[in-house]
């Protein structure tokens, strides 16, 4: 028997009394990614990106392991929501416009204490001000910095649309004016290379795109190593008290760490594992998140059919944004219908033994983004569930 098909053996006994749509985490897969990032970042801190997560049971557990600390989430109402239930350490990785949050924020010691907000733009000061409604706590701020890579004079750019701050004097002169300005202090700088972090670089297939991709990614290593240090430099000489550095992603948390100006690494799709983290040559993770659908019709030979399951993750659409069917090995979408919102086709030799009430596992090609479609995860150990735990779907949050 293969690891997977002894893995569809344990989680079809673990989940046989429950009917289909079910999403699982395998708790012993799960704390074997946690283990290995732990390792890659070679004694620097991991502050979790919860939008890889988006369970608070499981944000709590892999808080309670060595080598983790902090949260970074994605929407000022998540951090403030985190923050009320005793995380104490909330980094907002992205800028907002929430006013009636950040007036909660300067109104709340408690919150303005645990949670640090993202600027790159006078202007975000600006709104902070303007909706502070009276509040007067000082709101912690990091700023970050534009991680991408320039060739050709500029003429060619790689990385994701982020900050417009990319120089030492811009970095240093937006911390000048945050220490200048009263109700805010600078308390740390952020740079994520989602260029490196989140593209891989084995594609199946592809020899000569993963070759291209891996001299792309060392260049913007380098580049980055030696910029990222001078913006430190610069910054810690108006702000000599910053906190904390942040870099990297579960793809570069190597790397990243090997950077003496960076403190502590972000990491988040690394405890589940989705699909796009599988061509990676720098680390291998146990897929750990899963949902199964019920077979429902078997219209032929070599097909049946599951309901629902189109599950896209965001970004450039494509076919590396669908979920994959996983177990039993050997499925494969009819390309001329794909996973559906209603029912989804699947071909293959296994199918014929598939029967009709049968369950079939998928992987997400995100990670925390099938918390928004299943209200609870069954925590497997083995091949029992050991708790059902909710998303913040099943807690009534959706942030985004």
Known sequence: MTVRAADRSRYDRATTHLDAPVAVVDLDAFDANAEDLVRRAGGKPIRVASKSVR?????????????????????????????????????????????SAYAELAAD????AAVTVMVDDQAQLDLIDAARAGGGEEIRVCLELDTSLRMLGGRVRIGALRSPLRTPDQLAELARSVDRRPGFRLVGLMAYEGHVAGVGDSVAGRPLRSRAVRLMQAAARRELAV??????????????????????????????AAEAAVTE????????????????????ARPAALFAQPVVRRPGVGVVTVLGGGYPASGAAGTDRLPVPYLPEGLRYDPQEGPGEVQTPLLGTA????????????????????????????????????????TYRGEGRTFL
Not at 109 to 112: Q, S, V
Request: with cysteine; aromatic share 10%; glycine share 10%.
């Open 227 to 256: 910029r990222r240090a001078e913006v430190v430099r610069a910054v810690r000489a108006v702000t000599p008290g910053l906190e904390f550095v942040n870099g990297g992603g579960t793809g570069s948390v190597q790397h990243t």
């Open 265 to 284: 690494i972000a990491a988040g799709s690394g405890l589940y594992a989705p699909r796009l983290f599988d061509n990676y040559t720098s680390f291998t």
């Open 109 to 112: 010691p408690k919150l303005a």
């Open 55 to 99: 369970c608070r049971a499981l944000l709590e557990r892999v808080l309670a392991r060595p080598g983790f600390a902090g949260i970074m989430s994605f929407t000022l109402a998540e951090s403030l929501w985190l923050a009320r239930a005793g995380f104490d350490d909330v980094l907002l990785a992205y800028p907002s416009a929430d006013r």
């Open 351 to 390: 199918a014929d033994d598939l029967l009709i009430g049968d369950k079939v596992w998928f992987r997400h090609a995100k990670a925390g983004e099938l918390c928004e479609r299943f209200d609870e995860l069954r925590l497997i150990e083995g091949d029992r569930i050991t708790a059902t735990v909710p």
